[in-house]
């Protein structure tokens, strides 16, 4: 039987110009789907796993639309529930050379910002599951948001259902008077697994970031430098069994360099392959990526290292796909890991 998994989060409207338009220049935008917790579901879903998506959405045509979308990747929408006035919405324009990407977000007053607690029966929502996934961006959007994240949180752990936390932070969403560093520490420290960047550690548990500075093959990573601020995270998270660290190193917008790093509860310190990747296609849901192939490795594999090596590869594949979803399928990872494709240094 498949491992039911739950994520929850706010889905968005992705609106991007074509080519690499700046919004001044276009007359047109393409829209698509999109969000953190959504693209894990869709991620998880093209691996073959059970994966159901929960949110808020206005009773709309565009919000009929975008449940269509998400079960044409078959992912489960049926505990989504409707109300609010709104879905949220973002424009981004594309990166190219060495211009960087833009962002505008317009999610204020959304369907999900206006979510309270008591809106969604959480018990019948995890009814079957095994794994329940969020991700720093809900608490970020209002202090309900953040208040229902902490209820669902509760609720699985009462029911015995595995929590795993991106903790995704994003300063231009933080703007209802509370800062990261004063709500995520309390949500964080309850979950089973977590994934981030050295800098969303530093939010969550007030680390000091070590930097990834790998350019080259040449280049050599000493995972020992990172084993500090792994043991601190730990003994402020109780709960957490593994915790993982995405590493980037951003040379220009097409050449980048990614690898990751697992912690166990007991000690133990894993490094994946570094990949460099020559023509990123469209670096929005790497991280996602990364979180979903964590939680499919943990799932299929006993080897902690196969796991990390997983979700690592599925994070690099993402960069060759356009838009938020990485419509990769696990057998095109597994090719990955194996070497039979991209640039890898062992």
């Not at 990261?180 to 050295?198: D, I, W």
Request: charged letters at 20%.
């Amino acid at each position: 039987m498949k491992t039911r998994i739950v994520t929850f989060g706010e889905v968005l409207l992705r609106l991007t110009p074509p080519g690499y338009l700046k919004f001044q220049q276009s007359q047109m935008l393409a829209a698509t789907f999109g969000g953190s917790e959504t693209n894990v579901a869709v991620s998880l879903a093209h691996f073959g796993m059970d994966s159901s998506f929960v949110t808020r959405l206005p009773e709309n045509d565009i919000a009929e639309s975008c449940i269509s979308n998400l079960r044409s990747h078959n992912v489960d929408t049926r505990d989504i529930i409707f109300g609010g006035e709104r879905i949220g919405l973002y424009y981004m324009e594309s990166t190219a050379s060495m211009r960087a990407a833009k962002v505008v977000y317009d999610r204020a007053h959304s369907s999900f910002c206006t979510l309270e607690p008591g809106m969604i029966d959480w018990e019948k929502v995890f009814q079957g599951a095994k794994w329940f996934h969020w991700s720093g961006i809900g608490p970020s959007l209002s202090q309900s948001a953040a208040d229902v994240v902490m209820e669902a949180i509760e609720k699985a752990k009462s029911m015995g259902i595995k929590v795993s936390s991106d903790l995704n932070f994003r300063k231009n969403l933080w703007k209802y008077g509370k800062k990261a560093e004063e709500v995520m520490p309390a949500l964080a420290k309850s979950c089973n697994v977590l994934f981030g960047t050295e800098g969303e550690y530093q939010k969550a548990f007030g680390t000091t970031p070590i930097g990834f500075n790998v350019e080259t093959k040449g280049d050599k990573l000493d995972p020992e430098l990172y084993r500090a601020n792994c043991e601190k995270i730990m003994s402020m998270a109780p709960d957490c069994t593994h915790m993982f660290i995405a590493l980037r190193n951003v040379l220009d917008a097409e050449r980048h360099v990614l690898t990751g790093l697992l912690y166990t509860r007991e000690g133990k310190l894993y490094h994946s392959p570094i990949y460099f990747i020559q023509h990123v296609v469209d670096c929005v849901g790497v991280g996602d990526a990364f979180a979903a192939g964590i939680i499919y490795g943990l799932d299929t594999y006993d080897d902690p290292q196969k796991a990390l090596d997983f979700a690592v590869a599925a994070a690099t594949l993402k960069n060759t796909v356009t838009g938020d979803f990485n419509l990769i399928k696990a057998e095109e990872v597994v090719t990955l890991m194996e070497g039979e494709a991209g640039n890898i240094s062992r």
